[in-house]
């Protein structure tokens, strides 16, 4: 069985940082890319990163780029977020699509996670 559970949101000031983890089961992530999406409230779900399953290439959204970093160990992915801004407070979810190469589009999910909140305020 497919699973994955996010781990690491919580309350952050401006300008902070927080790691956020996607720990992963019954995948195995040579096959498939995994990356990060968030949905602020009354806005559509974003892809914001992704690690690619082909070359371990990764992207970002215009948005994190330069403030957001994307890494993979083994069966768990993380997004280390610094410099923090009110606009990034959303549910970030992690997914997996197989084969992805993440340059040659946004990700289409084969699996999501649950989600985890994450709030940029003082």
């Known amino acids: 069985q497919v699973q994955l559970v996010e781990y690491g949101g919580g309350l952050v000031q401006p300008g902070g940082s927080l790691e956020l983890s996607c720990v992963t089961s019954g995948l195995d992530l040579d096959y498939y890319a995994i990356g990060w999406f968030h949905q602020a409230p009354g806005k559509e779900r974003e892809g914001i990163s992704c690690?690619?399953?082909?070359?371990?290439s990764t992207t970002y959204a215009d948005s994190v780029k330069g403030r957001f970093t994307i890494a993979r160990d083994s069966n768990t992915v993380f997004l280390q977020m610094n410099s923090l801004k009110p606009e990034d407070t959303a549910v970030y979810y992690c997914?997996?699509?197989?084969?992805?190469?993440?340059?040659?589009?946004?990700?289409?999910?084969?699996?999501w996670g649950e989600g985890t909140l994450v709030t940029v305020s003082s």
């Open positions: 997914a997996t699509e197989a084969y992805l190469l993440c340059s040659a589009r946004t990700m289409v999910p084969d699996y």
């Open positions: 690690f690619s399953a082909s070359d371990g």
